[in-house]
């Protein structure tokens, strides 16, 4: 069972950053893949990264590339999106996942793969 906590949310002007974080309560934690989703009002949970048990390796939604960045502390079982150069359609619920890193990250990229969920933390972005 994996317990995981968003917060960092909150309101942003077009061009500016924040940063996400997700706490973890496992004894495992480098065991999991971990990824953000986000879901805006009235559209579908969408992928935004992924990120490795042992964080070398990632993938992000084209969107975001260049802007985003997704990383891990294994040592202190959390997860962290830093989100630069912020748009108003970044706009939405932030929720961490978790599902075991041995699937693969190609695999997991998908939300229907993941068990384990936060309980979200919202990003809005102002023009």
Not at 16 to 28: M, P
Not at 45 to 69: H, L, N, W
Not at 102 to 124: A, F, N
């Amino acid at each position: 069972q994996v317990q995981l906590v968003e917060s960092g949310g909150g309101l942003a002007q077009a061009g500016g950053s924040l940063r996400l974080s997700c706490a973890a309560s496992t004894r495992a934690f480098s065991s999991y893949g971990l990824a953000w989703f986000r879901q805006a009002p009235g559209k579908e949970r969408e992928f935004v990264a992924v990120i490795s048990g042992g964080g070398s390796a990632t993938k992000y939604q084209d969107s975001v590339k260049g802007r985003f960045t997704i990383s891990r502390d294994n040592t202190n079982n959390t997860m962290y999106l830093q989100m630069n150069n912020l748009k108003p359609e970044d706009t939405a619920v932030y929720y961490c996942a978790a599902a075991p890193a041995s699937w693969g990250l190609d695999y997991i990229m998908e939300s229907r793969r993941y068990d384990y969920w936060g309980q979200g933390t919202q990003v809005t972005v102002s023009s």
